[in-house]
Structures are given as C-alpha cells and as structure tokens.
C-alpha cells in the first residue's frame, strides 16, 4: 500500500457493523495494479453529514451496508436503474461532487444464482425485508422462479415486498420448508447479537436442496454449517460479497482486474 499522500484517491464504506473484508479486498487491489488509493470502513453516527463528507471531501466510491441501503437514495444526486429498480443503494460514486447511486448486491445474487445452477421451478424462501432482500427477491424474479414466499415479521415491509415482484409474503416461517432457503437477515452475523443462532430451523435445512446465506462475516455462518453437516449445496455470503465488491471496484475506478487478481484479493480478503 502506498504511503498516505495529498495526491491519493481514497474510498470508504459505510455500516452499522463495519468487517475488514471490504477495506482488505480493494487495498489489495489497489496494490496489485499500483494504484494510488486507499479504502476504508466507518460506521457513521449521522448518515447526512456522512453522505455529505463524500461529496465535500472528494472521496471517489462509497459502500453503503445494512441498515443505510434504503435511507441513503435521499442522499444522493442520481440513482442507476440498478437501484432505481429496487429501490436500494450499496453503492456511491461521486464525480466532482454528482453522486450516482448504484445497487451491485443484485449483480451478486444474479450471478451466484446462474453459477450454481439453481432450478427456477424450485420453490423459495426468503427470509427478510430490507434493502438486501429487495436486491434478492428482485434476481429472483428476473431469474424466472415463480415460487417465492417472502417471510417477515414486518407486514408493512414484507408484504410490499413480496406483491411488488407478485409472489407471496408470511410473517413467520410456521412450519414451512422450501427447495431453496435464503437469509437476508443479520442472523448469524459476527458481533451481533444473533451470532451463534440459526436463521431457518433445521427442519427447514434438511428439506432445503440449496441453502444460501447472505451474511458475509464469517463466511461460515451458523446456517451454512448445518446446511454443510447435512449434505446440502451451499452458496455464502462471502461469495456474494466478493462478486459485489468486484463490481464496486470497476464503478470506482474503471479499471476490472484479471481472475486471477480477483482470486489473489478474494484470499488475502479471508486470510484474516
């Protein structure tokens, strides 16, 4: 990493629970194509003024993580289909001073779904509301599964959610097992309060034929090792926050790593 100068290009990310993951993957980058930049996390106490320090400061990109991905479009100058369509934000770019909002979790979800070859006729669920689940159910739509159920506890949120993309929404789980299981809660999360507990119960895993797991720290989430002990395919949260963290880092730069660039970062990134 280059020594810290006025000529440097820097980038942040902002979340309640901020992880090394982004900050290691992009000064990884930055190293490997010996650019002049730096990457940083912050959990912001005050959004507006956060929002207002990129535009004021020049600070190039900005992640936006859980719980701002909705709060922030207000923030911004201009929103990209990605996330005018889904109305959810995880990604800045300001061009002196024009901040752009884009939504590169849904790229994520698009291609993991794709990569693992995961039937449309499979029945789904998913469980959450917030500004992760609105990039999942909406690949989930495009990707042309049909049977999604959307559980929330929040009706106003859940149910808006699930009739937006036409599919169907409950407020808890009640028994119900689908063919593909999918968190997008905080459930699991390091440092949360929830980090040693199971997002679906296991009845629910044992049914499962694919479980997917948003949650991105640690990589190996409590409902990903279930998932593994009993034998089923898996697709992690890690993966998804490499995907979307690659594409962050063309929006920012403009420059796309090489595979293997990518793979050296994404190691580097999990060797913590």
């Known amino acids: 990493m280059p020594i810290l ?9 902002l979340s309640a629970r901020p992880s090394n993951n982004g900050t290691r993957f992009h000064n990884h980058l930055y190293d490997q194509l ?3 930049w730096i990457y940083k996390a912050f959990a912001p106490t005050d959004l507006a003024q956060a929002i207002a320090g990129v535009r004021g400061l020049g600070i190039r990109g900005c992640a936006v993580s859980m719980p701002y ?18 109305d959810s934000v995880n990604t800045i770019v300001n061009t002196d001073g024009h901040l ?27 469980q959450g509301a917030g500004g992760m689940a609105k990039a999942t159910v909406a690949a989930l739509r495009d990707a042309g599964f049909t049977d ?3 559980i929330a506890r929040n009706e106003d949120a ?25 968190n997008v809660t905080p459930i699991g999360m390091a440092c949360g309060p929830e980090v040693n507990s199971l997002s679906f ?3 629910a895993i044992a049914a499962a034929k694919v479980v997917f797991d948003v949650v991105a720290l640690p990589a190996e989430t409590p409902l990903i090792k279930t998932a593994r002990a009993a034998g089923r395919q898996v697709i992690t949260g890690a993966e998804v926050a490499t995907i979307q963290a690659l594409e962050q880092f063309v929006l920012y730069t403009g ?18």
């Open 100 to 126: 752009l909002a884009y939504n590169t979790d849904y790229t994520a979800i698009e291609q993991l779904l794709a990569g693992n070859a995961v039937p449309t006729d499979y029945s789904v669920l998913v």
């Open 158 to 182: 859940g149910r808006a959610l699930a009739e937006q993309y036409g599919f169907q929404w409950r407020a808890t789980l009640d028994g119900g097992t689908a063919d593909l299981i999918i």
């Open 255 to 272: 420059v796309r790593p090489t595979d293997e660039q990518v793979r050296a970062a994404e190691d580097f990134m999990r060797a913590q």
């Open 34 to 36: 010996g650019l002049n």
């Open 148 to 150: 999604v159920t959307v």
């Open 201 to 203: 119960p296991e009845h």
């Open 5 to 13: 100068n006025k000529d440097m290009t820097f980038c942040i990310s």
């Open 69 to 86: 991905k909705e709060d922030v479009m207000a923030l911004v100058d201009e929103l990209d289909p990605s996330a005018k369509a889904i």
